[in-house]
């Protein structure tokens, strides 16, 4: 925030005289001058003006002089030397510095935050930290990123444009009147793109075995769709080979509720309803409304799904989320065990999740299940298959778009072929 000066009458000379403190030629100096007026609305005026100058230099809108022709800078609003007012442009690194120094704590989730650093990193190392921000040749980004590779693929033009959705958010931060550290941003209007390949439709497991042995790329088992009886196969391989007890309910609760793996990191042990006679759970939703902390979504359970979570909860070591681990095996298993840890309930982070997810199914033949995601989507794909209203699965899934409907369209054929046969006899 910048600096407010003081102002006061002086009892003697009865004129307005003003006081302030404020770093010049690398050290910080008091100011208490005299506004050579005792008409208040005058000196009400000329405070208003150098606070707003002094304002402007702490944003790095203008350039300082020396402490000799600070004043009359001040009183000038900035004017009184045209050499002084020089606009100073914004280094990318130091636009991210700022917005990251102001950020609200809390306001964005750490996945989010995950997410944006990773562009921060593109954006910095392919423009230039020190590249000015209004001048940021947007066009020669695209070309550039488009050329490189990551892993034997070249960079998506979806990747592309969610990294200059971030730069675009920063950038409209800056230029806020309430931050005012850009007078303009760059146009991200009418930048051509690559085309982005369709996500697949949701495919068996024959299926995608079958196109990959006819030289289908190993990334279509992201498009993994299990039937019920796979899910129920996995399920019990996972009983049979979980290395923690948290394990099991965490891969049964995620393919027979559909929630994803965040959702169920959060999941807390009030959420759950087990003793009604319909058991349900809420789900905290980050995604569906940005506006608001935490939206919510009710899923019913499966029996099958009840009892093992009542299991569970036997032997749950405590605190308040539903799927939790102890400090000293966090501890273990970060190489950080020494000595003797108090054993203290944590929840589980959704990186360890993942961690487990990958450890359980390693070297077995579910080792090509990708992610949680494809019991996510697993889950609609077997409500779809089974013709359920695809309404009820929206709001069981919660924030589904019209892409990800496409995807298991396919799963409606009786529906699709009443369609057709309703009006072509």
Not at 65 to 92: Q, T
Not at 333 to 341: A, D, E, F, I, P
Not at 347 to 372: C, H, Q
Not at 407 to 423: E, I, W
Request: charged share 30%; hydrophobic share 35%.
């Amino acid at each position: 925030m910048a600096t407010v000066p003081h102002m006061y009458k002086h009892e003697k000379s009865g004129q307005y005289r003003i006081l302030f403190r404020f770093p010049v030629d690398g050290k910080t100096k008091q100011f208490h001058k005299s506004l050579k007026t005792d008409n208040e609305r005058k000196a009400d005026a000329i405070r208003e003006k150098i606070h707003q100058t002094l304002e402007a230099l702490e944003r790095g809108h203008l350039e300082a002089p020396s402490e000799a022709g600070f004043w009359s800078f001040l009183l000038s609003g900035g004017k009184s030397n045209g050499s002084h007012k020089v606009k100073r442009k914004l280094p990318l690194c130091e636009m991210f510095e700022k917005y990251e120094k102001e950020l609200p704590p809390g306001s964005l989730e750490e996945n989010t935050l995950a997410t944006y650093r990773i562009h921060k990193t593109h954006l910095m190392r392919v423009f230039g930290e020190k590249a000015e921000v209004e001048n940021l040749k947007l066009k020669e980004y695209i070309r550039e990123r488009s050329a490189e590779k990551w892993r034997g693929k070249s960079i998506t033009a979806r990747t592309i444009k969610k990294e200059l959705a971030t730069l675009r958010c920063v950038c409209n931060w800056a230029n806020h009147p309430d931050q005012g550290y850009l007078e303009k941003v760059p146009n991200f209007t009418k930048l051509a793109y690559g085309k982005d390949e369709q996500a697949p439709q949701f495919m068996t497991w024959s299926e995608i075995e079958d196109k990959v042995r006819k030289g289908g790329s190993e990334k279509l088992w992201d498009s993994l769709f299990l039937d019920v009886g796979q899910i129920d196969e996995c399920l019990d391989f996972v009983k049979g080979n979980a290395q923690q007890p948290f394990v099991y309910p965490m891969f049964m609760f995620v393919a027979k509720t559909g929630a994803r793996r965040s959702e169920m990191a959060r999941c807390r042990l009030e959420d759950l309803n087990l003793d009604d006679a319909k058991p349900s759970v809420v789900l905290r939703e980050k995604k569906r409304d940005k506006t608001v902390r935490e939206t919510f979504r009710r899923v019913y359970l499966a029996p099958s799904l009840v009892v093992v979570l009542r299991n569970w909860l036997k032997i749950h070591p405590g605190g308040a989320h539903l799927f939790c681990m102890t400090t000293t095996l966090k501890a273990l298993l970060n190489g950080r065990m020494t000595g003797k840890k108090r054993a203290k309930p944590e929840p589980l982070a959704p990186n360890l999740a993942r961690y487990y997810f990958e450890e359980t199914l390693a070297d077995s033949k579910w080792g090509v299940i990708k992610g949680f995601h494809v019991f996510r989507h697993s889950f609609a794909s077997n409500l779809a298959a089974a013709g359920k209203d695809p309404r009820i699965i929206d709001e069981l899934m919660g924030h589904q778009t019209e892409a990800m409907r496409k995807r298991y369209r396919h799963l409606f054929p009786t529906k699709m072929q009443d369609a057709v046969v309703g009006v072509y006899q």
